[in-house]
């Protein structure tokens, strides 16, 4: 059975991450979680500029509100996709779960890795902390780290990349 404490620790990450229903089942216990996020209204904003390919929405389409906030948008990803097609030869360490990102075993030692070094497939390269229990991730593949995706202490969600490896 789960402790009031570890319950809220779940609570807390679920509400800080992109997850809408959780479900936890252990020795009979059941916890269902679900959340309703207000914030699933505004990513439904850019749907009503995909009319504008037509001639006769465009003109109202300029002269609303809403038409400036979501050019810079539509530039926004872009720009995100292009280093996706890049890193298409590139292996993603990804995270195994929800929880809190760190680079070091301890606040002021030093980084498991960063962007120019060599792993091997045991190498940790960060710690995943989920529920007060500090997770090693290891690089799985052999290479050099190209990028770090994830900032120290950020919040991380199931399958997040966390770094980018090239592989040898």
Known sequence: MLKIQEIREIIKLIDQSNIDE???ENEGAK???KKHDVQTVVNAQPVAVAPQTAP???PQAQAAAPAPQ???QEE???TAEAPKQDD???HKITSPMVGTFY???SPDADVYVKTGDKVSENSVVCIVEAMKLFNEIEAEVKGEIVEVLAENGQLVEYGQPLFLVKTV
């Open 103 to 105: 680079s070091s075993p």
């Open 22 to 24: 959780f479900t936890y």
């Open 76 to 78: 926004a990803k872009p």
């Open 88 to 90: 298409a030869n590139l």
């Open 70 to 72: 979501a050019a810079p």
């Open 31 to 33: 916890i269902k979680l």
């Open 56 to 58: 006769a929405a465009q």
